[in-house]
């Protein structure tokens, strides 16, 4: 990559920091308690080797299989790393190890898998409950109304430890409240924490993504994931 491409992350990175400091500031928090992470697909081991050494917090990774390639590469060394994407169970072993958290665990099947297989490695694994929050059938997570039920299941399972919610909220159409699904995902957040369950943190929230991270913040997320406001468009 060129050194023009270099500073236009770096570039990014710091405007995107400023922007996440003033919506940490405008409701009462401070910036240092929200959690950049920069989602990394599509992006070789160069691009996100530039966007850690700019002061990204966290690198998250959406496929398995790319992740293994720029792990081998070192590209997220320094830093730790997420699983954010849909994740096969025939895959978190892959994973076991290498990532500080997986975001998007959107069934308890799948949290139990994850606890073999971190049993296997002798590890409790952090992880976030994907909630499908706009009940959308394209999407996977755990329907809010289930979300109670399936907490006290995984609680019971001792390599996982649950340390909050994520949520990837439905494009709203134009006329609608961009932050009704960011609301939705607090209320469930602050209900879960006040029910003070065994075995469950709930210290992250992470919704928000290039194209409404500050009404994330406004709303109570503690983790944004930023893509293309770091590394610019995607080329499919
Ligand atoms: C790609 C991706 C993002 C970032 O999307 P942008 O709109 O480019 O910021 C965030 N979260 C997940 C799960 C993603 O797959």
């Known amino acids: 990559m060129t050194e023009e491409e270099r500073k236009v992350i770096t570039d990014k990175i710091t405007e995107a920091r400023q922007r996440i400091a003033e ?8 910036p240092e308690d929200i959690t950049m992470v920069a989602a990394t697909k599509m992006n070789d081991a160069d691009r996100v080797r530039a966007a850690v050494e700019a002061g990204v917090d966290v690198c998250g990774e ?19 790393l997420h699983f954010i994407g849909t ?6 072993k892959y994973l076991i190890g290498k990532v500080a958290m997986i975001e998007s665990v959107s069934s ?9 297989e971190a049993a296997k490695a002798g590890i409790c694994q ?4 994907e909630v499908n929050i706009g009940r959308e ?13 399936a ?9 996982v430890h649950v340390r909050g919610l994520m949520a990837i909220p439905p494009k709203t159409q134009p006329n609608q409240e961009k932050t009704l699904y ?13 029910k003070k369950y065994d075995n469950i943190s709930m210290d992250c929230l992470s919704m928000g993504m290039s194209a409404d991270y500050c009404e994330a913040i406004s709303c109570g997320a503690t983790i944004v994931r930023l893509g293309t406001a770091i590394f610019g468009a995607r080329h499919y």
């Open 62 to 80: 959406n496929r398995v299989q790319e992740l293994l390639e720029k792990y081998e590469q070192h590209a997220y060394d320094g830093k730790p």
């Open 108 to 116: 308890v099947k799948l949290a139990k898998v994850i606890d073999k």
């Open 87 to 92: 994740l096969q169970s025939n895959k978190v």
């Open 23 to 30: 919506a940490a500031i405008a409701s009462g928090r401070r």
């Open 137 to 149: 059938e394209s999407k996977l997570g755990i329907d809010p109304d289930e979300l109670d039920s």
């Open 151 to 159: 907490i006290l299941e995984i609680a019971k399972l001792e390599h």
């Open 182 to 194: 960011f609301d939705r995902m607090s209320q469930l957040f602050i209900d879960i924490s006040a």
């Open 126 to 129: 952090d992880i976030l409950l």
